[in-house]
């Protein structure tokens, strides 16, 4: 790696505006200009590393060809929000767990209960779905018939995720017998996920602008919180419109309160309460 000394100049307007499309083009993320400084600063510190002085050049390199994939898989991860935590809003995960337990204790379980997890960032959210399963399906003495597939734009979260490690802080949210059951100290001091849910959890890279281009896998829960936000409403609302082909009959599509406020879709009814927003489609009328 290459250290220059002399820091870049400020992005000028037009060249945050040239930078800003590119974001929003490849992954949907609309940034303010309040948000300047903040892509600037990444977008330098991407520069200095790589010995490259010049905004335009840059550019050029992230846009160019293969390799200019390549830089902007590492850019990327330097330009999205991965703030998350485990059980970040509980009353959600405390619907899927009602959800599922309904399921149960009404045999209306397929051969299998699936959950997408949409922008898992570094992983506690996917786990944290997995802690609720696990306890459904053990409270019930069967097999845990569940599977939760993971995906995110950012590798490095990722790789994170898939590490399933935690930093003693990271436990905060969880309760003691949480831990307890799903959370073994490692020699390092950090805190590592249980085998039995890392097994449950398949994670994948996926850039969720291309929903429309991914393959059309039923769900019985798509679970996608604090990543719309990011969006423009027409990208919220196609995004929205294709989970809904992507639920089972009966399955439910939750999204981060207020993430969405004037959607709706013919097919899914909205859950009434204001603690979750969540949409169940309607099962298919019996002939
Ligand atoms: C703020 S985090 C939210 C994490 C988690 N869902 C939560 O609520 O705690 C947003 C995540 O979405 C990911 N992301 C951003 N744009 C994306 C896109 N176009 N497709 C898929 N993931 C994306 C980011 O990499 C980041 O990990």
Known sequence: MVWSLQAPTDLSESQFVQWSKLLEERTGIQLSTQQKTLLQSQVAIRMRELGCEDYNQYFHDVTDGLTGLMEWSVLVDRLTVKETSFFRHRPSLEYVRRFLQHRIDNRQLDNSFDIW?????????PYSLAMV?????????????????????????????????????????????????????????????????RDRVCFSQGNITRIRTMPVIKMDVIFCQNLLVYFRRWLRRDILNAFADRLKPGGVLIIGLGEAVDWEHPELRRVVGDEVQAYVREERQKQ
């Not at 997890?117 to 959210?125: F, I, K, L, P, T």
């Not at 003495?141 to 979260?157: E, V």
């Not at 590490?163 to 309760?175: D, G, M, S, T, V």
């Open 117 to 125: 997890s949409v922008g898992c960032a570094s992983g506690e959210e």
């Open 133 to 197: 399963a696990n306890d459904c399906f053990e409270l019930a003495n069967l097999a845990p018939y569940y599977g939760i597939t993971a995906t995110d734009i950012s590798q490095s979260a990722l790789n994170q995720a898939r590490r399933a490690r935690y930093p003693q802080r990271k436990l905060e949210p969880l309760y003691p017998e949480e831990v307890q059951r799903y959370l073994t100290r490692t020699d390092d001091g950090q805190f590592e996920v249980a085998g039995k849910l």
